[in-house]
């Protein structure tokens, strides 16, 4: 017979341990605290938007063993913030804390091959792709999926970096070297009609639940607005929840995910292709802290600590707004503003393309959205 007793949830007071020490984290650790739980950041740089607002944090680099026993020895549970954490590090992690999203969740979204793979392997369309090692690989891959197309580095790209659009067969060399022939994969360009994201939730008992679909604007190839309900056929809609909380499943995921599509048009239907996930709350998110009861932030510290999910209904509209760089300085005009909530991240350089906050404007009124 399988164990049919509920896992054990986290009390309040026990400790989640939160690797990275950005905006992510801070709204984390102050989601942990509302439960009653206590938030220990651990991050490599001097000052931490998490740090300050935490009840414990130690300053070390991702590959000090003996810091990184020493935080887990601390806490209940290690989560992150940011998807790039080293494999070795949720290792050495592992061995003394649970580590939630697993390993599986970190690998795969680590690599965009894998992850490409692993999409198709449950059945989930995403733009035909093409592992690329050489040159020699590039202008094959080119060959199979024309132009234009996307070379991408398969680990570390975020916000557009590590990735070269192709226009033509004969810019080859020069993208390979723009992104310095790191290992890749070549994309085939979607002509998108608009970008989409999913976050969801599964707990550990294999629970799962997804809040509304967000639509998304980029400037610069940085969020720039998520307006939910996104307009799109709702049919769609429920389509992209189904299959965020599918990819959940597929990974054994314990926590929030962020799921990112394209939605293409050929005029007569719309359809939908995974562009990416990433296994951490998520910015196109951000709305569900002003327009939901529970929060993404707190949906992720429910899910690590074995607390039972949230509700993810929407009470209102929204749109939510980044404050990059210097458009943090409005701060002052954005509080005469009714029903628009403020969140800045205390970041002290508001440096060109930095995510220094961010606003949502809740709007009265309610799409629904099925
Ligand atoms: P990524 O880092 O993969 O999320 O890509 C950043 C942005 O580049 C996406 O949000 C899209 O706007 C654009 N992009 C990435 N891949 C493709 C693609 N295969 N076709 C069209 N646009 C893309």
Redesign the pocket.
Same mark, same amino acid.
């Given at each position: 017979m399988p164990d049919q007793s509920p896992p054990p949830s986290l009390p309040p007071g026990s400790t989640i341990g939160i690797l990275g020490g950005g905006q992510l984290g801070r709204m984390l650790a102050l989601a942990a605290a509302e439960l009653g739980l206590r938030a220990h950041i651990y991050a490599p740089e001097e000052t931490s938007p998490a740090a300050e607002v935490a009840s414990a944090a130690t300053r070390a680099a991702y590959d000090d063993e003996a810091a990184l026993i020493a935080f887990a020895d601390t806490v209940d549970v290690v989560t992150y913030e940011f998807e790039n954490v080293p494999g070795e590090t949720a290792r050495i992690l592992s061995e003394h804390a649970p580590v939630r999203p697993g390993a599986k969740a970190l690998m795969t979204s680590q690599d965009?091959l894998d992850e490409k793979n692993f999409l198709n392997a449950l059945g989930i369309a995403t733009?035909p792709?093409a592992a690329v090692d050489t040159l020699d690989d590039l202008k094959t891959a080119l060959e199979k999926l024309g132009t234009?197309?996307?070379l991408?580095t398969r680990r570390l790209?975020?916000?557009?970096?590590?990735?070269v659009?192709i226009d033509q067969p004969d810019a080859a060399a020069a993208a390979f070297d723009a992104i310095a022939g790191a290992p890749a994969i070549l *994309?085939? !360009?979607?002509?998108?009609e608009k970008?989409v994201s999913v976050i969801a939730a599964r707990a550990q008992d294999g629970t799962s639940a997804a809040y509304d679909v967000g639509e998304?604007v980029?400037r610069d190839?940085i969020?720039h607005t998520t307006t939910v309900p996104a307009v799109i056929d709702p049919a769609i809609a429920d389509n992209a929840r189904a299959i965020a909380e599918r990819i959940a499943h597929g990974l054994d995921y314990v926590g929030v995910i962020g799921v *990112?599509f !394209?939605v293409l048009n050929d005029g007569k239907q719309q359809t939908l292709c995974v562009?990416?996930f990433a296994p951490r709350v998520h910015n196109s998110g951000h709305w569900t802290s002003d327009a939901c009861s529970v929060s993404q932030f707190e949906q992720h510290i429910r899910a690590v600590a074995g607390w039972p999910l949230g509700d993810p209904t929407r009470h209102c509209d929204a749109v939510m707004t980044n404050l990059i760089g210097t458009e943090v300085d409005d701060w002052q005009a954005h509080a005469h503003v009714s029903d628009r909530a403020i969140h800045l991240y205390g970041k002290h350089d508001a440096r060109p393309g930095r995510k220094m906050g961010h606003i949502t404007d809740l709007i009265h009124g309610f799409t629904k959205s099925e």
């Amino acid at each position: 017979m399988p164990d049919q007793s509920p896992p054990p949830s986290l009390p309040p007071g026990s400790t989640i341990g939160i690797l990275g020490g950005g905006q992510l984290g801070r709204m984390l650790a102050l989601a942990a605290a509302e439960l009653g739980l206590r938030a220990h950041i651990y991050a490599p740089e001097e000052t931490s938007p998490a740090a300050e607002v935490a009840s414990a944090a130690t300053r070390a680099a991702y590959d000090d063993e003996a810091a990184l026993i020493a935080f887990a020895d601390t806490v209940d549970v290690v989560t992150y913030e940011f998807e790039n954490v080293p494999g070795e590090t949720a290792r050495i992690l592992s061995e003394h804390a649970p580590v939630r999203p697993g390993a599986k969740a970190l690998m795969t979204s680590q690599d965009r091959l894998d992850e490409k793979n692993f999409l198709n392997a449950l059945g989930i369309a995403t733009a035909p792709f093409a592992a690329v090692d050489t040159l020699d690989d590039l202008k094959t891959a080119l060959e199979k999926l024309g132009t234009p197309a996307v070379l991408k580095t398969r680990r570390l790209g975020y916000d557009g970096k590590g990735q070269v659009k192709i226009d033509q067969p004969d810019a080859a060399a020069a993208a390979f070297d723009a992104i310095a022939g790191a290992p890749a994969i070549l *994309e085939g !360009f979607m002509p998108f009609e608009k970008e989409v994201s999913v976050i969801a939730a599964r707990a550990q008992d294999g629970t799962s639940a997804a809040y509304d679909v967000g639509e998304n604007v980029h400037r610069d190839h940085i969020l720039h607005t998520t307006t939910v309900p996104a307009v799109i056929d709702p049919a769609i809609a429920d389509n992209a929840r189904a299959i965020a909380e599918r990819i959940a499943h597929g990974l054994d995921y314990v926590g929030v995910i962020g799921v *990112e599509f !394209f939605v293409l048009n050929d005029g007569k239907q719309q359809t939908l292709c995974v562009n990416e996930f990433a296994p951490r709350v998520h910015n196109s998110g951000h709305w569900t802290s002003d327009a939901c009861s529970v929060s993404q932030f707190e949906q992720h510290i429910r899910a690590v600590a074995g607390w039972p999910l949230g509700d993810p209904t929407r009470h209102c509209d929204a749109v939510m707004t980044n404050l990059i760089g210097t458009e943090v300085d409005d701060w002052q005009a954005h509080a005469h503003v009714s029903d628009r909530a403020i969140h800045l991240y205390g970041k002290h350089d508001a440096r060109p393309g930095r995510k220094m906050g961010h606003i949502t404007d809740l709007i009265h009124g309610f799409t629904k959205s099925e």
